[in-house]
């Protein structure tokens, strides 16, 4: 059974900064590519980051682009969103999700949900302003 748990989320200030993890089960993470999504309340789920199986290649959403960075360290089954100078629309439940792409480092079908199998149950990021 593969299972992504992110950690992390809570209630920060306009500016701040948030480090996501996401911890996923099994023995086959480096062998994984990890998406990072989010979901605002009324509002669809979006994409805000990839990273391929080994970490070479990295795909972030021009909404967040310079403020966010993926990252993941496969000897932990670990991926990470680091989030600076965050915003009151950064608010959302922010979801992570793996898919077994290996070989391949190609991000360019990874944005939508349906590319992703597995799924974590999310962790609420809240900014106020």
């Known amino acids: 059974q593969v299972q992504p748990v992110e950690s992390g989320g809570g209630l920060v200030q306009a500016g701040d900064s948030l480090r996501l993890s996401c911890v996923v089960s099994?023995?086959?993470?480096?062998?994984?590519?990890v998406g990072w999504f989010r979901q605002a309340p009324g509002k669809e789920r979006e994409f805000v980051a990839s990273?391929?199986?080994?970490?070479?290649?990295?795909d972030i959403s021009e909404s967040v682009k310079g403020r966010f960075t993926i990252s993941r360290r496969n000897s932990k089954n670990m991926a990470f969103l680091q989030m600076i100078s965050l915003k009151p629309e950064d608010t959302a439940v922010y979801y992570c999700?793996?898919?077994?792409?290996?070989?391949?480092?190609?991000?360019?079908?990874?944005?939508?949900?349906?590319?992703?199998?597995?799924w974590g149950q999310g962790t609420q990021v809240t900014v106020s302003s």
């Open positions: 999700a793996a898919k077994e792409t290996f070989p391949s480092h190609d991000l360019s079908g990874m944005r939508g949900t349906d590319a992703y199998d597995w």
């Open positions: 990273i391929s199986w080994s970490g070479r290649t990295t």
């Open positions: 099994g023995d086959k993470f480096n062998l994984y590519a």
